[in-house]
Nanobody, 127 residues
């Protein structure tokens, strides 16, 4: 079992940057594929980005390509989401999620594929 704690959210002006972190407790973090999701008020949860166990395979939803970067440090049991050029439409609660998988290269894009979730961190981008 793994517990996830997000941090790094906040209020930022449009065009600004934030780096979200998701720290995982427990052992074998490297056995988990990770994802970042977000949910804005009145909208469905969407997968923003995902990364495989070894960090070699990543996914970005179209709206964040070129602005967000996902990475992980398995030695620190942490996954990151670097966000630049933030827009008001990026405003949402951001969640990290984890799923154990035997494949080092698989990544998962659906919320239902993940077993563990953090509590979320609010990102607000003002214009």
């Amino acid at each position: 079992q793994v517990q996830l704690v997000e941090s790094g959210g906040g209020l930022v002006l449009a065009g600004g940057s934030l780096r979200l972190s998701c720290a995982a407790s427990g052992r074998a973090f490297s056995m988990y594929a990770m994802g970042w999701f977000r949910q804005a008020p009145g909208k469905e949860r969407e997968c923003v980005s995902a990364i495989s166990r070894n960090g070699g395979d990543t996914y970005y939803t179209q709206s964040v390509k070129g602005r967000f970067t996902i990475s992980r440090d398995n030695a620190k049991n942490t996954v990151y989401l670097q966000m630049i050029s933030l827009k008001p439409e990026d405003t949402a609660v951001y969640y990290c999620a984890a799923r154990a998988t035997p494949s080092v290269s698989n990544k998962f894009l659906q919320g239902r594929d993940y077993n563990y979730w953090g509590q979320g961190t609010q990102v607000t981008v003002s214009s």
